[in-house]
């Protein structure tokens, strides 16, 4: 189970909490490589026929709901701790939505994966710093992706 600054990440995959393996993750471009941050993983879901999958943050902290272009995320900051759950959007097999600890995949055609992304960081310097909003977006990490000018 992957530990966060905030607390514990857990999957659900219909209502029902799953084992996984959160993979380190290392964002190969600016921001993140010349301003490294302390965490930044991938959790890849098999989906085996499930209606929703759901990653959520075990905690009591209240998130703010964000999103670009092919991307949904919640993100949870307090003081210079921020952390980012992020997840694929914009999918006309699913849809992806905010849950009141986390985010949820909401399937509408067969997917056989699913990919949640989880970056923080202890040094957060205001809303400039994008650093974990990037490292967090798992659509990013798809081929077709362009993303020089980061």
């Known amino acids: ?5 905030f607390g514990k990440i857990r999957i659900i995959a219909d209502g029902i909490e ?3 393996h ?3 993750y290392q964002y190969p471009k600016p921001p993140v490589v010349t301003n490294p941050i302390e965490g930044c993983f991938r ?3 098999p989906v085996h026929g499930a209606q929703t999958v759901q990653c959520e943050l075990i905690s009591d902290k209240t998130a703010s709901v964000e999103s670009g272009e092919n991307y949904f995320c919640v993100e949870y900051r307090q003081e210079k ?3 980012i759950i992020g997840a694929i959007d914009g999918s006309i097999d699913f849809s992806t939505q905010e849950t009141p600890r986390g985010i949820k ?3 509408h055609k067969p997917v056989e994966t699913v990919v949640f992304g989880v970056a923080w960081t202890t040094d957060y310097r205001g809303t400039d710093d994008c650093r974990v909003w ?3 977006d798992p659509s990013m990490d798809e081929p077709k992706k362009e993303c020089s000018d980061l």
């Open 81 to 83: 701790t921020q952390l």
């Open 22 to 24: 959160a993979q380190i």
């Open 134 to 136: 990037y490292a967090a």
């Open 18 to 20: 799953i084992d996984y």
């Open 43 to 45: 959790i890849t879901v």
């Open 1 to 5: 189970m992957l530990i966060t600054p």
């Open 105 to 107: 995949y909401q399937f």
